[in-house]
């Protein structure tokens, strides 16, 4: 199969194209990709270090702030629209694929007008923009949520779930010990994302005294670039902080209890490994759609929310707490989890594109 993918911006979209292209690899190893990216994000540095062929094009989303900007990004969704149909009359793709961020938008709206089949995938609860301005353009979209369909054509939907659930499934257990960590006491791990959050860490520093004498222990990742000031403070000997975790999956299966953003991707893993967890929604990102992605898990009592602004005294210490010694409800958190869980996404997104390109 040769495929032509992309998606930008964020690990959300970046990470769910790469299990994407993995599934397809494994499925059909001589298989040929193009991934196309933003000149200025994440993908630029991650993508070419899997050794896949990778292309940029110039390319902004809209501001409703600075509306003149929006001149630029205009006149650079045009062109980049006329740099793809190069790309992809010289690679000749059987389907093309669009992952999420605004970089999709030209690729997806090209694909479409030269005639290949074209499939995007939505990771969060509610849609981004340029998943549904491309709705109208593409063969097939799927959806990690089920209350997502609702913002779709009905015909052209699928539930798939979120691929990077099933390479979470397949991933093997880290060392705890790596960390400093006990191999017998329970674990809580709080993640708030690869590079942090400033003010997330800014609260945490101030709780994690409160975790003084317990007896479960703390890894905190704070972000690398939170790091240096956050491990300038005094600590309990049950918390232990670092600054990131190459392969933060693999800790993943050591928590009894994660404290987390609700970024689509961390969700999906959760779903996968069937962790209960303590959702804190960032309210600084588009729409909301954080807080939206954590009423999933609320709806089905899969989780617990709490929001950045009521993270006062000691009501994290106190929550994780509750749960901790409540190992029944841990247990229906877990059962729960079972409800969103699709544990082939991948697979079936794979079989999906299998279909389309026949």
């Given at each position: 199969m040769r495929v032509?993918?992309?998606?930008?911006?964020?690990?959300?979209?970046?990470?769910?194209?790469?299990?994407?292209?993995?599934?397809?690899?494994?499925?059909?190893?001589?298989?040929?990709?193009?991934?196309?990216?933003?000149?200025?994000?994440?993908?630029?540095?991650?993508?070419?270090?899997?050794?896949?062929?990778?292309?940029?094009?110039?390319?902004?989303?809209?501001?409703?702030?600075?509306?003149?900007?929006?001149f630029k990004t205009i006149k650079c969704f045009m062109k980049g629209i006329k740099e793809v149909k190069h790309m992809m009359k010289e690679f000749k793709p059987d389907v093309v694929i669009g992952v999420g961020g605004y970089v999709t938008g030209p690729v997806i709206y090209a694909a479409k007008k030269l005639g290949y089949p074209t499939f995007i995938h939505e990771q969060n609860s509610v849609p981004g923009k340029a998943n549904l301005f491309l709705s109208k353009y593409t063969d097939k979209i799927g959806v990690s949520?089920?209350?997502?369909?609702?913002?779709?054509?009905?015909?052209?939907?699928?539930?798939?779930?979120?691929?990077?659930?099933?390479?979470?499934?397949?991933?093997?257990?880290?060392?705890?010990?790596?960390?400093?960590?006990?191999?017998?006491?329970?674990?809580?791990?709080?993640?708030m994302g690869s590079l942090g959050s400033s003010k997330m860490n800014e609260i945490l520093v101030k709780t994690m005294n409160l975790?003084?004498?317990?007896?479960?222990?703390?890894?905190?990742?704070?972000?690398?670039?939170?790091?240096?000031?956050?491990?300038?403070?005094?600590?309990?000997?049950?918390?232990?902080?670092?600054?990131?975790?190459?392969?933060?999956?693999?800790m993943m299966h050591h928590a009894d209890i994660m404290i987390?953003?609700?970024?689509?991707?961390?969700?999906?893993?959760?779903?996968?490994?069937?962790?209960?967890?303590?959702?804190?929604?960032?309210?600084?990102?588009?729409?909301?759609?954080?807080?939206?992605?954590?009423?999933?898990?609320?709806?089905?009592d899969a989780a617990v929310l709490l929001e950045e602004k009521d993270l006062k005294g000691d009501i994290l210490v106190r929550t994780v707490d509750t749960m901790i010694k409540d190992s029944e409800r841990l247990k229906m958190m877990q059962k729960n989890l079972e409800t969103l869980d699709i544990p082939n996404s991948a697979t079936i997104i794979y079989e999906t594109l299998k279909e389309m390109v026949k």
């Open positions: 032509i993918i992309s998606a930008g911006g964020t690990g959300g979209h970046i990470y769910p194209a790469l299990a994407i292209i993995d599934k397809i690899k494994e499925k059909e190893p001589n298989s040929e990709f193009l991934y196309i990216g933003t000149h200025n994000r994440m993908e630029k540095d991650i993508v070419p270090e899997r050794g896949i062929p990778f292309e940029t094009i110039e390319i902004y989303g809209f501001q409703r702030k600075h509306l003149l900007k929006n949520f089920k209350t997502t369909m609702k913002h779709f054509p009905e015909y052209k939907t699928i539930f798939t779930g979120n691929p990077c659930s099933e390479a979470a499934r397949a991933s093997k257990k880290a060392d705890k010990t790596k960390y400093g960590l006990s191999k017998d006491k329970k674990l809580v791990y709080i993640v975790f003084q004498n317990k007896e479960y222990e703390i890894l905190f990742v704070t972000g690398k670039d939170s790091y240096e000031t956050v491990s300038k403070n005094k600590f309990p000997r049950n918390v232990f902080v670092v600054p990131y975790i190459e392969n933060q999956i693999e987390t953003r609700c970024g689509a991707t961390t969700l999906s893993e959760i779903i996968a490994l069937k962790i209960p967890s303590i959702l804190i929604p960032s309210p600084y990102v588009p729409d909301n759609h954080q807080y939206k992605n954590a009423m999933d898990f609320i709806k089905q």
